[in-house]
């Protein structure tokens, strides 16, 4: 794809309208992380265990090697309040208005290619997609919703991993989620774009096709996994760690993520150039423990 293409059909996205309303997930509240998500095998959530595309999954340096030319996603969030809802395994923001939080661009050869607007924020500590093993300390989960044409799979996830970092700035996401003691609440102005802009397509990234990584568990999510920390310092981390471990009384609380699942022979690409000394990818070469102390 040459630049001036690239550039129409950037343009064709920025300036079409969309007319969605914001998906209602089902939220299915009767589940737990006692397990995992290993013994999520009942009837009412058997797609857990039998769909050969789950998530999340451990990615690998050596999927580096699979690059697909010619793709480029960007973003351009708009500030916006969100709905805070908690929920008993986590906390959902939804967007409160049709445009979500702006848009996500995604263009691929690989016949995936869209807008997706930016409809919900998920919170999981320890984080869910492990990096050659390493568990990072917090996944927040950006799903997005296609908002113009409609491509081979229809939702996009971004997964920012963070790691505690005690001279990180407190980071004004976290501290809505923090701050929110009543379920049912309307956010401040939330600010997306300080995670990705409009220059996020030189970011190091996997993606793969996966599945929702809690009950029902169904598919067709293209997950986008960040391959650079976001940080954060312990005392916002911990708090949301606090808040949405395990709900289990009296057993030791790990934390709210399924764990990684067989990637049963799906392909992993990757983004951006493998040898940035930022990437997590090099930084955790090694399958290691995260922060958190989790035994992986
Ligand atoms: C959610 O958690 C509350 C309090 O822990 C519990 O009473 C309720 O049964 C849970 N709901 C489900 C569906 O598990
Ligand atoms: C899952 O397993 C955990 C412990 O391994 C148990 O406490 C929990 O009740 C199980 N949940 C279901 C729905 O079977
Ligand atoms: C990936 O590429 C590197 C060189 O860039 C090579 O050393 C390595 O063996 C390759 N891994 C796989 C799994 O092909
Ligand atoms: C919060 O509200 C949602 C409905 O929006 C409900 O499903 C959920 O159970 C509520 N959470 C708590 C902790 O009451
Ligand atoms: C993963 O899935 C493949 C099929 O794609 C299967 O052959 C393999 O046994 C599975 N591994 C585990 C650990 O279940």
């Not at 343009?11 to 999520?40: H, I, P, R, T």
Request: aromatic letters at 14%; glycine letters at 6%; a neutral charge.
């Amino acid at each position: 794809m040459n630049q001036n293409n690239l550039m129409l059909i950037v343009a064709l996205f920025l300036f079409a309208g969309f007319v969605q309303a914001s998906v209602v997930y089902d939220e299915f509240n009767g589940f737990d992380y006692k397990d995992y998500g290993a013994n999520w095998t009942w009837e009412q959530v058997k797609t857990c265990s039998t769909s050969q595309v789950q998530s999340p999954i451990d990615l690998l340096s050596s999927d580096r090697n699979s690059t697909a030319p010619n793709q480029y996603m960007f973003a351009r969030y708009e500030t916006s309040k969100m709905l805070v809802r908690k929920f008993n395994t986590t906390i959902v923001m939804t967007a409160v208005n049709d445009d979500g939080l702006g848009y996500l661009y995604y263009i691929t050869t690989l016949n995936v290619a869209g807008t997706f607007r930016l409809d919900n924020i998920r919170f999981r500590t320890p984080a869910e997609h492990t990096i050659n093993g390493y568990q990072a300390d917090m996944e927040v989960q950006l799903f997005h919703l296609y908002g113009f044409k409609k491509p081979v799979n229809d939702k996009v996830v971004v997964a920012l991993l963070f790691k505690i970092d005690d001279k990180a700035p407190l980071d004004p996401l976290l501290e809505q989620v923090i701050n929110t003691k009543h379920n049912e609440t309307t956010s401040q102005e939330i600010d997306i774009s300080r995670y990705l802009t409009m220059d996020s397509f030189q970011m190091n990234y996997f993606y793969y096709a996966g599945s929702l990584t809690y009950p029902y568990c169904s598919g067709s999510y293209n997950w986008v996994v960040i391959d650079q920390f976001f940080y954060a310092p312990s005392s916002q981390i911990n708090a949301i760690h606090q808040a949405y471990q395990n709900t289990a009384g009296g057993l030791i609380l790990k934390g709210n993520y399924r764990k990684t699942q067989n990637r049963t022979g799906r392909y992993v690409r990757y983004n951006g150039d493998a040898t940035n000394p930022q990437a997590i990818s090099n930084l955790h070469p090694q399958k290691k423990k995260g922060i958190l102390n989790i035994d992986l």
